[in-house]
């Protein structure tokens, strides 16, 4: 079973340009949540998308948008990019709880964004 | 608002001792915790989690301690090994929400000596 998928690994992007990241969660699960993860922030969530509806979203202002494909695939984009939003940004897959009781998000390895 | 907190951002121990690794929350309603690994340059992946209906939880040289009365957790590693090197997350999920939206804390880096 192929895991979580992010694109662009790595990318760099100047004050007030925009970005847009992408992910392809596990085959089957329906939910996608985005996380920033900046020194010392740890794991900050921004939002998460099921069957191509936002269900949840955190606090972060409305420059962190997203959205989500009938294919499950969902995309992020931030706008008028700020110094501050250099960061390894992170897409979860998530299959629901489990009957076990199991409750757990798979991550991709990331898009690290630089933004000078 | 830090729900999930890790207050040791380091940790250095020696190869063959054990590693303790702590997480404290604040939010009562916390039913499930997770440990996450982390190595440079790759996500998160899953390790170890505990339901609240536990206070114990073990899996090979990993295991969870959960104390409700405290809200504390722990992470033992025994014996620790120089490939257990990573940053390590605890996280706790919202509790009875439609979704999934979890907290994680910030993270300790822990380093095995040879």
């Known amino acids: 079973k192929a895991g979580v998928t992010q694109t662009p690994r790595y990318l760099i992007k100047t004050r007030g340009q925009q970005v847009t990241l992408s992910c392809s969660p596990i085959?089957?699960?329906?939910?996608v949540s985005w996380y920033q993860q900046t020194p010392g922030q740890g794991l900050q969530f921004l939002f998460e998308y099921f069957s191509e509806t936002q269900r949840n979203k955190g606090n972060f202002p409305g420059r962190f948008s997203g959205r989500q494909f009938s294919n499950s695939r969902s995309e992020m984009n931030v706008s008028t990019l700020e110094l501050g939003d250099s960061a390894l940004y992170l897409c979860a897959s998530w299959a629901g709880i489990l009957s076990s009781g199991a409750n757990v998000l798979t991550f991709g390895a990331g898009s690290r964004l630089t933004v000078l | 608002d830090q729900q999930v907190k890790q207050n040791s951002p380091s940790l250095s121990v020696q190869e063959g001792r054990i590693s303790i690794l702590n997480c404290d929350y604040t939010n009562s309603m916390f039913d499930y915790f997770l440990w996450y690994k982390k190595y440079p340059a790759e996500g998160p992946t899953f390790l170890i989690s505990?339901?609240?209906?536990?206070d114990k939880n073990e899996d090979g040289r990993f295991t969870v301690f959960l104390n409700k009365s405290a809200k504390h957790l722990s992470l033992h590693i025994v014996p620790s090994q120089p490939g257990d090197s990573a940053v390590y997350f605890c996280?706790?999920?919202?509790?009875?929400?439609?979704?999934?939206?979890?907290?994680f804390g910030t993270g300790t880096s822990l380093t095995v000596i040879p």
């Open positions: 085959s089957g699960h329906r939910s």
């Open positions: 505990i339901s609240s209906i536990k």
């Open positions: 996280a706790a999920p919202l509790p009875r929400s439609t979704g999934n939206q979890f907290y």
